[in-house]
Nanobody, 123 residues
């Protein structure tokens, strides 16, 4: 059974950095788009960044452009989200997801989701 497991969340001060990991297992995701989304309390789920597993092409949401970097390690079936220059508004639960097709910024196009990892940025 396909499974995505996020890790790496925690508490960090504003201006700090964290790296999130998403370990994929249970099926082959080589043809999937892997994405990161986040959801802050009382807000809708927000697109963060996708990576196209096979070619490594990436894009970013406006709020994280220039600060976050998504990457993958094919050998480890793991996707990463390096988050730098963190701000209090980055506080959210971060989710890893896998999509078999469709616009990568739309959560409805994702077939598999992890349980999420919480990131808290203090001011």
């Amino acid at each position: 059974q396909a499974q995505l497991v996020e890790s790496g969340g925690g508490l960090v001060q504003a201006g700090g950095a964290l790296r999130l990991s998403c370990a994929a297992s249970g099926r082959t995701f080589s043809s999937y788009t892997m994405g990161w989304f986040r959801q802050a309390p009382g807000k809708e789920r927000e697109f963060v960044a996708p990576i196209y597993w096979s070619v490594g092409r990436t894009s970013y949401g406006d709020s994280v452009q220039g600060r976050f970097t998504i990457s993958r390690d094919n050998a480890k079936n793991t996707v990463y989200l390096q988050m730098n220059s963190l701000k209090p508004e980055d506080t959210a639960v971060y989710y890893c997801a896998a999509s078999s097709g469709g616009a990568a910024h739309l959560s409805r196009n994702y077939d598999y989701w992890g349980q999420g990892t919480k990131v808290t940025v203090s001011s």
